[in-house]
């Protein structure tokens, strides 16, 4: 089993900077492609971002791209998604994913069912 835990989830003014933590615990391992997920009131969870296990390799919404940067430390078993320019539209509980067996193509690695080890979600929440 592993564990996920985000943190650096609040409340931030539209431009501002705000920047995320998901701590793996329990059978971790540096093979796991981990990424971000969120999801705003009302609506479905949508990808975000996502690293390949050694974070040479990563990919992202259209929506955060130029403004989202996902990287990840795995000796602290560690992803962070650096977020900038925050928009309103940004505002959601943002999930931190994680899976051991998935193979990073760009179909599977957005759909939030290849992903089996979940965090509680964080909020961020941008004023404008």
């Known amino acids: 089993q592993v564990q996920l835990v985000e943190s650096g989830g609040g409340l931030v003014q539209a431009g501002g900077p705000l920047r995320l933590s998901c701590e793996a615990s329990g059978r971790t391992s540096s093979t796991y492609v981990m990424g971000w997920f969120r999801q705003a009131p009302g609506k479905e969870r949508v990808f975000v971002a996502v690293s390949s296990w050694s974070g040479a390799v990563t990919y992202y919404a259209d929506s955060v791209k130029g403004r989202f940067t996902i990287s990840r430390d795995n000796a602290k078993n560690t992803v962070y998604l650096q977020m900038s320019s925050l928009k309103p539209v940004d505002t959601a509980v943002y999930y931190c994913?994680?899976?051991?067996?998935?193979?990073?193509?760009?179909?599977?690695?957005?759909?939030?069912?290849?992903?089996?080890?979940w965090g509680q979600g964080t909020q961020v929440t941008v004023s404008s």
């Open positions: 994913a994680a899976d051991s067996s998935l193979r990073f193509s760009v179909d599977r690695v957005v759909a939030g069912s290849s992903y089996g080890y």
